[in-house]
């Protein structure tokens, strides 16, 4: 059984490297994520296999994200095989694209209170200033957020 397992997983890698070739348009060994919604649109290989996996168009840009583990820019045919196969013998990609959109709205939110924190330094910078026209503007941008 562990046998006839790993045989439909070597054959798997060599139908996705295959896959990977026709998505790649300019052969540059490379998969950027115009070349991937391209390929989701015309290889049909691709196409079943998203299906299969329950991706459509619209999550064409997360599954970018996804498979770009080095954060490049663009798909190596390793990032693109080995978790393509995996996925197909996992069966758990709803849970890995929510676990991965939870992760960017983290991120985000990390940064988005990083950036208020700055901002709110130099608020008080400025209230503390003995500049009267800061103290001003200050003043009316506090009473226009909290009015």
Known sequence: MAMEMEENEEEDLRKL????????????????????????????????????MDIDQADLEQLFGMLDHDGGGTIDPDEFKVTLSRWAFESKTATRFVRYTLQQLMDNHQSAAQKLSTMEERLQSAALSDDAEWQTALCAVVSHAYG
Not at 28 to 46: M, N
């Open 17 to 52: 490297d295959k896959m990977f070739a026709e998505i790649d348009g300019d052969g540059d060994g490379e998969l950027t994520l115009q070349e991937l919604v391209d390929g989701a649109r015309r290889v049909r290989e691709f196409q079943n296999r998203l299906r299969v």
